[in-house]
Each structure stands twice: as structure tokens, then as C-alpha cells.
């Protein structure tokens, strides 16, 4: 089947401007996390949705980020007033459950460039 | 808190020959699992391998094997004779998940580069 989709593949904005990324999990998986790549970095959780809620958002940098998932499927990560050190990968993943022997699937990530 | 710590960051290796991954990992919990992700050029993180901390059996899968010491706190990789396409940064992550907490933390990634 689909595995995680995410658009766009890229995004390049000015500082100071809101962008919106957007996370298509893979179907019937109930949790979705978010994570951050910087170059030569492994992936830095973000948030973690069980369903509609977010079960933890600990990763979030700051109040500038903010991430929805309405329905229980897509989700949208959100960055208002952006900066230069946001530039990153963002990635995304599903996994059926949330449970701990859960696996996560990634999705191939929106690469953000904050000029 | 969690931490994972590979060592080497770039590792260049002949086609043909073997190549080990090392991963040490921080917990409190004694339940934890282990995973290893492959993210080639493409970008995408790729699954490999989910160890639980109460197997301790080693397993091999084709060209893939994986050593996991809970003694010296070591969830090891290794390829045996490395093809082109193995050419990858390869990341070990640790997910404390019986507290409810099912985040990835993930090392820093060991770039493998085979020279053909």
C-alpha cells in the first residue's frame, strides 16, 4: 500500500513568513509523529498525535510551532515568523497503534530553506 | 533520559568488504526498544530492524546482522560484504515506550561509504 506522503518536497521562504507542511500517513495508522533533521544530524522528535490529540508535544522548539491533525489522518505542521536556524528536514511518520512495539514509517520529509 | 551515541561518523569500505556499525545506548528503563534506520541519497528513512531489550538473540537477515550486548549497553550492526547500494547514513534509535513515551531518539547516523 502507500507509505507516508508529505508535501511539499520543498520549501523555500523568507524569514519572518508562515509556512505549512503537510503529512499523509500511511491509512488506519492512528499515531503520527513529527520529527526535525538538521545537516549531519539524526532526526530530533517534534510532537506525537495519538488520533485527533496530541499526546506529546515536548519537542517543539518553541510557541512558534504548532502542529493539527483534525481528523485523525493528515496533519499539518505549522511555523509562524520563521528563522534562518529553522532550515531543516522535516519528517514525518506513522504507526499503527502509538504502542510501544509499534514501528514508524517515515515519509520521504519537506526539506524547509528559511532565506 | 534517553541517549544514543554512534561514534564514527564517516566510514569508507572496499566493495566486498565487511563493515560494523557500533550504537551505545543511555536508559533507565528496562524496557526499551532498539531500531536501526537506513536513509540513502533519496532521503527517506528506511526500517531495518525493531529489537525488544528482553531478546537478546543475535539475528541475520541476508546481508545484515545485528548484535545486541544488554551488558555493555550495545545494539551493533554489521554488513557483510558491502555493495554499492549500500552506500547509506545508517541510524540507531532508542524508543522508551512502556512510559507511554513513543518517541525515536536517534544517534547522530554513521555515513557508509563503499567504494567500488
Known amino acids: 500500500g502507500a507509505g507516508v506522503s508529505q508535501t511539499p518536497s520543498n520549501k523555500v521562504t523568507e524569514k519572518g513568513k508562515y509556512v505549512e507542511l503537510r503529512c499523509d500517513p500511511i491509512?488506519?495508522?492512528?499515531?503520527l509523529y513529527w520529527y526535525r533533521q538538521s545537516l549531519g544530524q539524526g532526526p530530533e522528535f517534534l510532537i506525537y498525535?495519538?488520533?485527533?490529540?496530541?499526546?506529546?508535544d515536548s519537542g517543539l522548539p518553541n510557541d512558534r510551532f504548532f502542529a493539527v491533525r483534525p481528523e485523525g489522518s493528515v496533519s499539518t505542521l505549522k511555523i509562524q515568523r520563521t528563522e534562518r536556524g529553522d532550515s531543516a528536514v522535516y519528517l514525518c511518520?506513522?504507526?499503527?497503534?502509538?504502542?510501544?512495539?509499534?514501528?514508524?514509517?517515515f515519509g520521504p520529509g519537506t526539506r524547509l530553506t528559511v532565506l | 533520559a534517553q541517549k544514543v551515541t554512534q561514534a564514527q561518523t564517516e566510514i569508507s569500505v572496499v566493495e566486498k568488504e565487511d563493515v560494523t556499525l557500533d550504537c551505545v545506548y543511555e536508559t533507565r528503563d528496562t524496557t526499551y526498544y532498539l531500531f536501526w534506520y537506513k536513509q540513502p541519497p533519496s532521503g527517506e528513512l528506511v526500517f531495518l530492524i525493531r529489537?525488544?531489550?528482553?531478546?537478546?538473540q543475535n539475528e541475520i537477515s541476508g546481508r545484515y546482522s545485528w548484535n545486541f550486548q544488554k551488558s555493555t549497553s550495545s545494539f551493533n550492526f554489521t554488513i557483510t560484504a558491502s555493495q554499492v547500494v549500500d552506500s547509506a547514513v545508517y541510524f540507531c534509535a532508542l524508543s522508551e515506550a512502556m512510559r507511554g513515551n513513543n518517541r525515536l531518539a536517534f544517534g547522530k547516523g554513521n555515513q557508509v561509504v563503499v567504494i567500488p
Open positions: 498525535f495519538q488520533g485527533t490529540g496530541a499526546a506529546d
Open positions: 491509512s488506519g495508522h492512528t499515531a
Open positions: 529489537r525488544n531489550s528482553f531478546d537478546e
Open positions: 511518520a506513522s504507526s499503527p497503534t502509538g504502542q510501544g512495539t509499534d514501528t514508524q514509517y
